[in-house]
Structure formats: C-alpha cells, structure tokens
C-alpha cells in the first residue's frame, strides 16, 4: 500500500510585475526566505489576510512573515489550485 500524501499544494504563478521583482532578489537569505513564504501559501492560500477594498473576485489576499521580514500581496483562483503572486517584498 501506498503511503498516504501530504496535503495538494497550489502552484504558484506570478504576474509580470511580480516576475520582475523576483529577477531582481539576488540575496540567497532573501530567496530562500521567499520560497519558504511560497511554501507556506501553497498549502493554505486562505492563510494570509484579506485586503480590504472592492468585494469583486478575486480577493486579494496578504501574507506577512515577520521573522523572515517577507510580505507577498496575492489572489487564488476560483478552482483554488493557482495562486498569482501580485507582489514581493523581501
């Protein structure tokens, strides 16, 4: 028997402004803290708190981790499997 899986993660996708950021982190400490933030918000996109501002869809959602001082604005598709990373700050 197989054994069980964790939780199905949302694939992370990131919009052209969000891209260019990303380009520009050359810090190893600052990429490995983003992609742990990325990790976190892969396996709960409800985890971060809702912005406030128009009720349309999508929300648009942020997540702030103080301890690796990351804070990633974002909007989970309907079907809630993508996650579109709308900005970074590392």
Aim: aromatic share 6%.
């Amino acid at each position: 028997m197989a054994p069980p899986h964790g939780p199905r993660r949302a694939r992370i996708a990131f919009s052209d402004s969000a891209a260019k950021q990303l380009e520009n982190i050359t810090s190893e400490a600052d990429l490995h803290a983003l992609d742990r933030a990325l990790v976190v918000i892969s396996v709960d996109p409800d985890v971060g708190e809702p912005i406030p501002g128009e009720s349309a869809s999508p929300q648009l959602r942020q997540y702030t981790d103080e301890l690796e001082r990351v804070r990633v604005l974002y909007f989970v598709t309907a079907l809630r499997t993508i996650v579109v990373v709308a900005y970074i700050e590392v």
